[in-house]
């Protein structure tokens, strides 16, 4: 009886104890809870930093979460509108009454023309049935898609008014590098990503752009003339390839595809994923092919009534925006390069005339003179000659005059190196350069091909090289901490992957050049290099980069502190002729200040453009530093291409001996 006494007591004893543990815990817990900052808790450890970055740089090329939505639910509108105006005029429109084809010559009312709802309905077959409940099923997908969307946007909306301190009234008056740099001093409070305590500009230029830079390079590799246009389900097919069979998470690559004894075993995965996606695009390419041309007629209709002209301009090729796309290179920037490059590149290829065309257009021109004159005559006789058919006949043929003007290159740092120097009156550069630089009436053709180039592109090209396809990913990913798996060619290291026609004496003497196959084609990685580092200063480089980047710099400095007139002058056509006094002007005093130190902008920088457009700091250092090194860099490949052509070519067959002669 004692004993069982004073197990009791020792059971009462421990569960006390036990109990007043407990309390403890839940006290200091508590205090631990409240000392918390109320926001550090929501943006720490964010999982997928890829979608977070990359929504915040939407949010804020977008113009804030109102524009947004706005621009959200306007897409949602004209799909509705679209599809109920098609099926109206397809079932609710008495064509005959329209256009009078009983013969009887009554003018016909609205209410004879237009059918009602009902009357509509009526006419409706089952393949109207099908392709409706198709697009409202693509509704339903698509105000998912935009809910889920919208939350998120929200979402990032709160960091910017509340981490950041942004609010959305002055989100279009600030760069995009100014909200970078107060992302990476909020990663020191917040601690959005964990593995590494401070963030560069360049991981956040990695997470937003990891699959555009192994796009970049693949385009580069696969040099197809069938990436031009809008392809059906997504930009391409490579870039499902890329975000759906060969990455497991939005950061990390699958583990087979690094392994060279799976490489076989994944083609051949590759190769059926193709093939399906092949499948699904030609299934519903019919329908996608429907929707195109609708899109493109109600799109453009008021444009070609109002100035047709334009149908006739050129623009930027999607193949060529992908082609001159530098490597970490942001949508807003290339967009930027591209505006800066449209005037040479439309005056390099006017400079261009074609015989042929100038006799056909003559000989037209003289047939409708002709015409034209025997009309006028007939008029003069009797002016009901214009009133027959109840039509008017007037006309106007305008000469084609060739106008050769003296640009004949263009901007060098926008475009590619095509090795233009003695060779840019050649067809062939033209020839090249017109496949980045097209008509849009010929982008406007191949949107209305592209369900139908999808299927063939993913068959035809992607197919055959699923094998060189899974060696690239395994030959060119590395691991970055904090980062995860990216495109080497993004890390821009020029010594491994740089072009030695491209750099100077102390980044080739550091070791051996890399070969052909890791090599970054027209000096990719040099120009990614420097636009890179001038669009963040405050970016530190390795110390190869850091020193490519110091030689180019010093290379370019002496002129423009001299502000030489002579370094500027055989670039006269890369700027508008008002533009150049600004230039030579201001280069002296820039780098003298130093790009820290700039006050006011520039007069050559048209100060209405929108902040949120400018790329990097926005002092005016950067668009003179870019261009100027861009220059200086093209200018280096020439001469040493020019050099190495001017030497003797090495025997690479022995000779034989005597002995064999005899």
Not at 241 to 256: I, K, M, Y
Not at 477 to 488: E, I
Not at 630 to 638: E, I, S, V
Request: hydrophobic residues 40%; aromatic residues 12%; glycine residues 4%.
């Amino acid at each position: 009886m004692y004993a069982v006494v004073m197990n009791l007591g020792k059971r009462a004893t421990m569960q006390n104890y036990a109990s007043l543990q407990e309390t403890q815990d839940q006290e200091e817990q508590g205090i631990l809870f409240h000392v918390a900052e109320p926001t550090r808790s929501r943006w720490n450890h964010i999982e997928d930093l890829d979608s977070f970055f990359s929504r915040m740089y939407k949010y804020h090329a977008k113009h804030g979460f109102f524009c947004m939505l706005l621009q959200e639910l306007f897409e949602l509108n004209q799909f509705i509108f679209v599809v109920v105006l098609t099926t109206y005029l397809v079932h609710g429109i008495n064509y005959a009454a329209l256009f009078n084809t009983g013969g009887e010559h009554i003018k016909p009312t609205l209410h004879d023309v237009v059918l009602p709802v009902s009357k509509c309905v009526e006419n409706f077959t089952t393949i109207t049935w099908l392709i409706l409940i198709i697009a409202v099923a693509t509704l339903c997908l698509k105000c998912l898609i935009r809910c889920y969307q919208i939350i998120s946007f929200w979402d990032i909306k709160q960091f910017y008014n509340t981490a950041l301190k942004i609010s959305d009234a002055e989100l279009d008056n600030l760069t995009w590098h100014e909200v970078q740099s107060k992302i990476i001093k909020v990663q020191v409070e917040q601690q959005m990503c964990i593995h590494k305590r401070d963030l560069t500009e360049l991981d956040i230029y990695h997470r937003i752009l990891r699959q555009e830079n192994y796009m970049n390079k693949f385009t580069v590799i696969g040099r197809v003339r069938l990436l031009d246009g809008r392809l059906a389900i997504q930009h391409s097919g490579f870039a499902i390839l890329v975000a759906v069979v060969s990455f497991e998470s939005p950061w990390h690559l699958r583990e087979d595809y690094k392994k060279a004894g799976d490489r076989k075993e994944l083609a051949r995965q590759l190769s059926r994923q193709i093939l399906w996606l092949a499948f699904i695009n030609l299934i519903f390419a019919p329908l996608i092919l429907v929707w195109q041309v609708l899109y493109i007629f109600f799109n453009y209709a008021e444009l070609i009534k109002r100035e047709p002209g334009k149908i006739g301009v050129r623009n930027w090729s999607l193949y060529g925006k992908l082609y001159i796309r530098h490597f970490n290179e942001l949508d807003h920037e290339l967009h930027a390069r591209l505006s800066r490059a449209y005037r040479p590149a439309t005056k390099y290829l006017a400079s261009f005339t074609s015989p042929i065309m100038t006799v056909i257009a003559q000989h037209l021109a003289f047939i409708c003179g002709a015409l034209f004159s025997v009309l006028i005559a007939l008029t003069i006789y009797d002016e009901d000659v214009i009133a027959v058919e109840s039509r008017h006949y007037s006309g106007r043929v305008d000469d084609m005059v060739p106008r050769v003007p003296s640009a004949r290159r263009c901007d060098a740092y926008a475009l590619p190196a095509f090795e233009l120097e003695g060779r840019a009156h050649t067809s062939k550069i033209k020839e090249e350069f017109q496949q980045l630089f097209q008509y849009r009436i010929v982008g406007l053709i191949e949107d209305l091909l592209s369900p139908i180039l999808t299927p063939y592109f993913l068959i035809r090209w992607a197919y055959p090289r699923s094998l060189e396809i899974v060696d690239f990913f395994r030959n060119f990913t590395v691991s970055v901490v904090g980062v995860g798996d990216v495109c080497s060619f993004a890390q821009m290291d020029v010594k491994k992957h740089g072009n030695p026609d491209w750099q100077g004496a102390s980044v080739q003497s550091e070791g051996a050049a890399p070969d052909q196959y890791t090599q970054a084609e027209d000096g990719k990685v040099e120009l990614s290099l420097v636009h890179f580092t001038t669009t963040n200063p405050n970016w530190v480089p390795p110390i190869s980069a850091q020193q490519f980047v110091e030689e180019v710099q010093d290379q370019i400095k002496p002129h423009l502190q001299d502000s030489n007139v002579m370094f500027f002058a055989s670039y006269q056509n890369f700027f508008d002729l008002s533009s150049m006094a600004d230039i030579t002007q201001y280069t002296g005093s820039m780098m003298n200040m130093g790009p820290g130190l700039v006050q006011g902008v520039p007069s050559f920088i048209d100060v209405k453009t929108s902040a949120s457009r400018m790329e990097g700091p926005s002092d005016g250092y950067g668009l003179l530093s870019m261009t100027s090194s861009a220059l200086a860099l093209h200018d280096r490949y020439y001469m040493q291409s020019q050099m190495k052509r001017s030497l003797p070519a090495e025997e690479t067959t022995p000779l034989l001996s005597p002995q064999s002669n005899l």
